[in-house]
């Protein structure tokens, strides 16, 4: 009895909820059937391209060797944790990403603190400091390549001029590895900060400024203002800038790729250059679209935590 | 390589426009932010000393500054967007060859698709276009029409083309291109054009390497259409002044950079591309390991990075740019190399054909006292003296619905009067695969170009060379020579023998083939 009992329960849990996903469809089916057309379009334009993706990165298969190809299950995975270019990849990416990131909002709150202030001729401020981030990046970071180069870049030539560089011994920017890896984060720095400046200026423009007036009557002076009125009413926004800007920075394949083409000796090589020669120049599309999926499970994980952010921003509000 | 430069220029136009465009809507963003603060209070006045502002005022004030923002802004992008276009018109040269009109196909005609890339100058490729008109004016039932592609991305685009069963009849590429498509089985075998080739006297014509490097395989998967040639070119006054007779030898060519480098003149013994992930880096590489005896494979198609005459070229190189190089190496291309040597900041300069016209146009005092070195001869002796010269092929597609009419265009395309037309367009830049067209004019405007010319067609091969069994691999390293084993040695972060062995074990995948 207690047999048959056990049995039936689940049964009928399960009839009647069919029942109600049966009531569900038919009274939103209107709905569902508008949104079909959008769903099959993303489903042809992202998830097949992103499931044959993945199904990929499972394969040993190279272009120019389709007799060789087969499922190799995680072994293009288990190559690339045990590679020591790939190690070293994943470390220049989180350096570069460490620096930029940081110094962009460093400069980007600086700016933004600066240019909401009351001061004469703001809005040209405004919008020169934008113009890095109009320019197109390839042009941008292939104007940067010619200013660093040692010999005849305008700041080499300039440090000369006003007696800083011995011109017989000029600064290496690209050729060594640490000053490559400075010259990559100033110019990735130089690129972002305007959009951390705008994000800082809209959070800055949305303080009531009853609240400065309020702590300046009690006699807070300006870093204290600024410490425990501005920062934390900032501080939400600037989190998701910094995510997102994490992410950017991490996929930005075309600031190594022209400044320095990943060198010297790898140096600035980040893993999403390495995943570009191995999937386009070595036609190996398999261990390219591992490394591709390694780069999308650590951006997942950053994108979770920006998601997740945005959803505690909205609930507060 | 020039063509390099011209297509990541085209890029450049063309992603700017789009770039600009689609970033431009973030513009909008601080003029909003500018609406937040209407009604806010000024100091000096009301309740607690603020006064508020007029509502009505204080709104018409931003609107005013509103519009005067975006006037600003309007300003900035605009130059912005207008800089690289004032600067692109300068630097262009007004084409000398312009495209006549093109024709119109008949109603019956067979119609085929040529893609080739951007090979350099408008002028060269007006010149391609007339060719491909001439075609069309001359063969009614046929019409082809061409497309130029982008360096950038023209492998994704082929392959895309081939993934969805629409690649064109014919097409240029890489000088590993026709392996590449034949290892996929999209390059249709054209030995039977080889055969009446050979029957009309074309191949004795044909420069040795320009046709035996595409018998592969028990196939023909293309022919070479022009060479892409390298070579040493020196100041003539600089190496007389240090009383040193022209270099002909790896010892010589050490002896004279070392007496020329002078870096308290700024003078740099040679200039040598260094920068990693560039093609042009492994270039200077590959003429010292032709030249001494070795190569990227052996004679069974195994990789053989890893040996002694290999080695040997790399510590020659290593040596050289220790002792006689600007700083600056391991982050140069031929862009810096061309740059250092039209400054007279070099004595020797490794680089390639195009260097000719344009030091002739940019630095005419110099040009005046250059000189190319003759093939240099190192370990591997006379025998292997040789010059890097890259054989560019034309190839059919497998998938062509008309193959036959494709055949009939790539014979036209191929003949030496067709080609000469081509190579005239933009003298350096395309060198000669029949020998008879040494002797064209465009090789006798210069003691330069008469030199090269007469160097490709005797000396010139390239990495395929000496025997293409390890075709498919060479032409799918990519720039792993630059990124593993150059580049690294150079800057000293690995030695030479460490860095050949880690290549030979990172690379010998590529070179799989379906016997083994």
């Known amino acids: ?317 | 390589m020039t063509q390099k430069f011209a297509s990541r220029r085209h890029a450049l136009d063309h992603g700017f426009l789009t770039g600009t465009l689609t970033q431009t809507w973030i513009l909008a963003l601080p003029c909003k932010r500018l609406h937040g603060n209407a009604g806010r209070m000024e100091p000096g006045r009301g309740r607690t000393g603020f006064r508020p502002i007029d509502k009505e005022v204080a709104v018409t004030n931003l609107k005013v500054r509103h519009s005067q923002l975006q006037r600003l802004i309007a300003l900035v992008a605009v130059l912005a967007l207008l800089f690289p276009v004032i600067g692109r018109a300068q630097e262009e040269e007004e084409p000398q060859v312009t495209p006549e009109p093109t024709v119109a196909p008949a109603e019956d005609a067979v119609q085929l698709q040529y893609w080739d890339m951007q090979w350099g100058s408008p002028t060269f490729m007006a010149a391609l276009q007339n060719n491909v008109t001439e075609f069309n004016r001359t063969h009614p039932d046929i019409h082809v029409t061409f497309t130029q592609l982008s360096w950038a991305d023209y492998m994704q685009k082929i392959l895309s083309a081939i993934q969805s069963g629409n690649p064109p009849d014919i097409s240029g590429g890489d000088s590993g291109i026709a392996f590449n498509m034949a290892a996929q089985g999209q390059a249709l075998d054209i030995s039977d054009l080889y055969a009446e080739w050979e029957a009309d006297g074309t191949l004795e014509d044909m420069t040795d390497w320009a046709h035996e490097k595409w018998d592969w395989n028990g196939m023909r998967p293309g022919v070479t259409w022009q060479f892409d040639s390298r070579a040493f070119f020196y100041r003539k006054d600089l190496l007389e002044q240090a009383g040193l007779e022209v270099p002909t030898t790896w010892d010589e060519l050490m002896a004279a950079a070392q007496a020329l480098h002078n870096p308290e003149e700024g003078i740099a013994g040679i200039a040598i591309p260094g920068k990693q992930g560039s093609y042009d880096t492994d270039q200077f590489w590959m003429t010292l390991v032709l030249q001494a005896g070795g190569g990227i494979a052996d004679a069974e198609g195994n990789l053989a990075i890893d040996s002694p005459a290999n080695l040997e070229a790399l510590q020659f190189e290593k040596a050289l740019v220790d002792c006689c190089t600007a700083r600056g190496t391991p982050s140069w291309t031929f862009t810096e190399v061309l740059r250092a040597y039209e400054q007279g900041q070099a004595a020797i300069a490794f680089g390639g054909g195009w260097f000719i016209a344009d030091i002739q146009q940019n630095a005419p005092e110099i040009f005046e006292n250059t000189g190319i070195l003759p093939v240099l001869v190192g370990p591997g002796g006379e025998e292997a003296a040789h010059i890097v010269s890259f054989a560019n092929p034309w190839m059919i597609y497998n998938q062509t619905e008309h193959p036959e009419e494709a055949k009939v265009f790539l014979r036209w395309m191929m003949e030496p009067e067709n080609l000469r037309k081509l190579y005239e367009a933009e003298p350096g830049a395309k060198w000669p695969v029949y020998e008879s067209l040494v002797d064209a004019p465009v090789y006798q405007e210069n003691e330069l170009l008469t030199e090269l010319a007469r160097q490709t067609v005797e000396n010139g091969v390239d990495y395929w060379y000496p025997n293409n069994a390890a075709a498919v691999g060479i032409g799918s390293m990519g720039t792993s020579l630059t990124d593993l084993i150059v580049n690294p040695v150079i800057t000293g972060n690995r030695a030479p023998e460490d860095a050949l062995r880690d290549a030979q074990a990172q690379l010998e995948p590529l070179f799989q083939r379906p016997e083994s």
């Open chain 1, 1 to 317: 009895m207690q047999h048959a009992t056990t049995l039936s329960q689940p049964s009928a849990s399960a009839e009647s909820s069919r029942a109600r996903l049966r009531a569900h469809f038919s009274k939103y089916a209107l709905p569902y059937l508008l949104i079909l057309p959008s769903l099959l379009f993303l489903a042809a334009i992202e998830f097949y391209p992103l499931g044959v993706g993945i199904s990929e990165a499972f394969k040993y298969h190279n272009r120019v060797q389709p007799w060789a190809t087969r499922f190799v299950g995680f072994g293009n995975f288990i190559q690339a944790l045990q590679s020591h270019d790939v190690r070293q990849a994943l470390r220049t990416s989180f350096v570069m990403v460490t620096g930029i990131v940081g110094f962009s909002y460093l400069l980007g709150l600086l700016a933004g603190l600066l240019l909401n202030q009351k001061v004469r001729g703001r809005s040209i401020y405004r919008a020169l400091i934008l113009v890095p981030w109009i320019a197109p990046p390839i042009m941008a970071y292939i104007s940067w390549q010619w200013m660093l180069n040692d010999q005849l870049g305008t700041i080499n030539r300039t440090l000369m001029a006003i007696g800083l560089v011995d011109p017989f011994d000029p600064i290496i920017w690209l050729a060594d590895p640490a000053l490559a890896m400075l010259s990559v984060i100033v110019v990735g720095t130089w690129f972002r900060f305007p959009f951390m400046m705008i994000t800082v200026l809209a959070a800055l423009s949305a303080i009531p400024d009853e609240l400065h007036e309020a702590a300046a009557l009690d006699g807070a002076t300006a870093m204290q203002r600024f410490r425990d009125v501005t920062f934390p009413l900032i501080l939400p926004v600037s989190i998701i800038a910094i995510l997102l800007q994490a992410i950017w920075t991490f996929n930005d394949f075309a600031l190594t790729f022209v400044l320095t083409g990943g060198g010297p000796a790898n140096a600035t090589t980040p893993l999403i250059l390495m995943a570009y020669r191995e999937a386009f120049q070595r036609f190996n599309i398999g261990y390219g679209t591992a490394l591709a999926v390694i780069s999308l499970v650590l951006m997942l994980a950053l994108g979770s935590v920006y998601l997740r952010l945005q959803a505690r921003q909205e609930a507060d509000s």
